[in-house]
């Protein structure tokens, strides 16, 4: 069975950092391009960041760019989310999610990951 598992998320202050992780499990997500989404309360789910699988390809959000960078080590079958600078906009579940389409391109497009984690809240207080 194919799960992914964020972790990392929490309460900060405006202005801090966290840093999230999604270990994914029950196969190898090496090969895939992976990406983080967030869904804040009473809003739909957007794109946050993805990153290709070999790690030279990344996106991000206008709203997180220059601020939140997106990493993997294949190696350890891990994928990072490192946010500084936070806003309480940013407050939301954050998600991780895998796309298995080949090639070293990304997308933004939610319909495109066919694996998700459960999430992982951060709150961010002014």
């Known amino acids: 069975q194919v799960q992914l598992v964020e972790s990392g998320g929490g309460l900060v202050q405006a202005g801090g950092s966290l840093r999230l992780s999604c270990a994914p499990s029950?196969?190898?997500?090496?090969?895939?391009?992976m990406g983080w989404f967030r869904q804040a309360p009473g809003k739909e789910r957007v794109f946050v960041s993805a990153?290709?699988?070999?790690?030279?390809?990344?996106a991000y959000a206008d709203s997180v760019k220059g601020r939140f960078t997106i990493s993997r080590d294949n190696a350890k079958n891990l994928v990072y989310l490192q946010m500084e600078s936070l806003k309480p906009e940013d407050t939301a579940v954050y998600y991780c999610?895998?796309?298995?389409?080949?090639?070293?391109?990304?997308?933004?497009?939610?319909?495109?990951?066919?694996?998700w984690g459960q999430g992982t809240q951060v709150t961010v207080s002014s």
């Open positions: 999610a895998a796309d298995s389409s080949p090639g070293t391109s990304i997308t933004r497009l939610i319909r495109a990951y066919e694996y």
């Open positions: 029950g196969r190898t997500f090496s090969t895939y391009a």
């Open positions: 990153i290709n699988w070999r790690g030279g390809n990344t």
